[in-house]
């Protein structure tokens, strides 16, 4: 496989809130190998369209989640997330997870800085960029595997261990998170893995929950669902629209439609998720198709799947994850939300 050749940095060291500007076609494609990879990170056609544009770092993507084998955390070299800049998956089928795009540092300069001058000749180019979409023997099929940085996540990223404290150090040093909110994520991490020994269980969740109703907090992130694993769970239609507003139902309600696992009709309920109890917000869009990441394959959605403005994994009480910086969406079924008449009060 042909190496890409280009002469600017890799590494620009990028903080949370800086300003970038994302490199031209020209340079990003001088930087890919043949697969359209930069060190196993692929570059996605959807990401040409803010070429040239000048972008805010929201996170520096140091690490990550791992949503294909469900190991935890991972590491990642040298990439950031930037603002407004999600997947529209035109590209890759109509897909409507609109992911947070990984940006390797060396696809981005500083506003200041002289562009690059790329090679006359590069391993990747238009066309191997549209090929690499879709899985290798896959081309030209109906329904193919297809090819993204969700997918290939895993293999351009390396192992991350919960206890290293190093990336915690990063994320106060890159701005992703103050030290204090990182303090508070990694007590109440400590706090859960106390109170998941067993003993003392109802004790020390109650004392969580008095000390959260002092301070107007949430509930301890607890439960399970009440519905055997493979029994049929409910169904609730309310045939949401985009822009109606919703409130999310308690959590004690959502865990009487969940199985045992988690799952209500195939879709799962994260305890992430249940921070977001009690609030309102607007639906964002409803979602008819996602890639699944494991396989690669398009996955239609039988049943309504809702996804809210400004409501994604925050990575505030997930083991093996706290402080990821991935933002990723979460979705929502229907029966898990009622429909209200706007915000509400203050």
């Not at 981005?108 to 066309?127: E, K, N, Q, W």
């Not at 607007?282 to 996804?307: D, F, H, W, Y």
Request: net charge positive; hydrophobic share 40%.
């Amino acid at each position: 496989m042909s190496e890409p050749s280009f002469t600017w940095p890799r590494r620009l060291g990028l903080r949370a809130g800086e300003w970038v500007v994302v490199r031209s076609k020209e340079e990003i494609l001088a930087t890919l190998d043949a697969r359209a990879e930069l060190e196993r990170m692929p570059f996605q056609p959807e990401m040409l369209a803010f070429c040239g544009q000048r972008l805010r770092v929201a996170k520096v993507a140091h690490k990550t989640c791992d949503t294909i084998n469900k190991t935890g955390g991972r590491s990642v070299k040298d990439a950031v997330h930037l603002e407004a800049a999600r997947c529209d998956g035109a590209a890759h089928g109509g897909c409507m997870a609109d992911c947070m795009f990984f940006w390797k540092e060396a696809w981005l300069r500083r506003p200041d800085d002289t562009p690059g001058v790329a090679p006359a000749s590069a391993a990747c180019d238009d066309a191997a960029l549209a090929r690499s979409v879709v899985r290798p023997g896959e081309e030209g099929k109906v329904d193919p595997a297809w090819s993204c940085q969700t997918t290939a996540l895993y293999d351009a990223s390396g192992p991350l261990a919960w206890w290293d404290l190093r990336q915690y150090v990063r994320d106060v040093a890159s701005g992703n998170h103050s030290a204090w909110h990182m303090t508070r994520l990694l007590i109440g991490g400590m706090y859960r893995r106390l109170v998941n020994v067993g003993v003392g269980y109802r004790v020390l969740v109650g004392l969580y929950n008095q000390f959260q109703k002092l301070r107007g907090g949430k509930p301890f992130p607890v439960g399970s669902g009440t519905i055997p694993d493979g029994k049929p769970t409910p169904l609730e239609v309310l045939d949401l629209k985009p822009g109606e507003w919703v409130e999310v139902k308690p959590a004690a309600e959502i865990l009487s439609t969940i199985t045992a696992s988690g799952f209500n009709r195939g879709m799962r309920y994260d305890m992430e998720m249940a921070k977001y109890s009690g609030e309102r917000f607007r639906v964002e869009k409803r979602v008819q198709r996602l890639i699944n990441e494991q396989t690669g394959k398009m996955v239609p959605m039988k049943s309504a799947c809702i996804q809210l403005e400004n409501v994604y994994c925050r990575a505030e009480c997930t083991p093996m994850r706290l402080g990821c910086p991935r933002a990723s969406n979460t979705y929502w079924r229907e029966i898990w939300l009622k429909r209200v008449d706007g915000p509400g009060q203050g």
